[in-house]
């Protein structure tokens, strides 16, 4: 009797988990030659209540300006920026036209502002965290480093993974989506 109650408290607890994931509004901004289409993406989807829009890259302001205008839209509860959309992130961070709970995947922010100390900042109570590839040879993890000792200390985190760029590891992986869920309650519980 002792198990079929155990059985049914873990099946109601993730019925009640998934439902609070599914509830969760995730703006995806994919990177550089990649798409909303992305196998990251895709993950995400199946978990959370996923929002992307597919960008051309190749203009900066414009990719900028679509990605604004869908989180008024949307009005997202997290955003994953991955890479060139990890620069539009930290973009729309430094400008404050985004002030919530944001995953950069192997962010190229630092990179398009070639590591100039003066323009590697993140505002103060936001929840960010980096998930970047120690085997990265496209956007050296480097600039995540710097970027992450910016901030509020305690709601910012670096997260080193053995992985190349485009991170394939995490898809189908349980501490992508707990890093999800993470960053949104720890900015919650910031905020109270």
Request: glycine share 6%.
């Amino acid at each position: 009797m002792k198990s079929i109650n155990v059985q049914f408290r873990t099946t109601i607890r993730n019925l009640i988990l998934i439902m609070l994931d599914k509830a969760l509004k995730v703006l995806y901004i994919h990177g550089r030659r990649s798409s909303s289409q992305t196998g990251k993406c895709q993950f995400l989807k199946q978990h959370f209540d996923v929002y992307a829009a597919d960008m051309p890259t190749k203009d900066f302001d414009a990719d900028l300006n679509l990605q604004e205008k869908f989180v008024k839209e949307v009005q997202p509860d997290v955003i994953v920026g991955s890479s060139y959309g990890g620069a539009i992130a930290v973009t729309m961070l430094q400008k404050g036209t985004w002030k919530g709970p944001t995953i950069l995947l192997a962010q190229a922010f630092a990179r398009y502002q070639s590591y100039d100390p003066s323009k590697l900042w993140l505002p103060e109570g936001v929840a960010i965290t980096f998930i970047h590839g120690t085997k990265d040879k496209i956007v050296e993890i480097e600039g995540s480093r710097l970027l992450s000792i910016k901030g509020t200390p305690q709601l910012v985190e670096m997260i080193e993974v053995s992985d190349e760029h485009e991170l394939n590891s995490l898809i189908d992986n349980q501490m992508f989506l707990d890093s999800v869920r993470e960053v949104y309650e720890k900015q919650k519980r910031y905020q109270e």
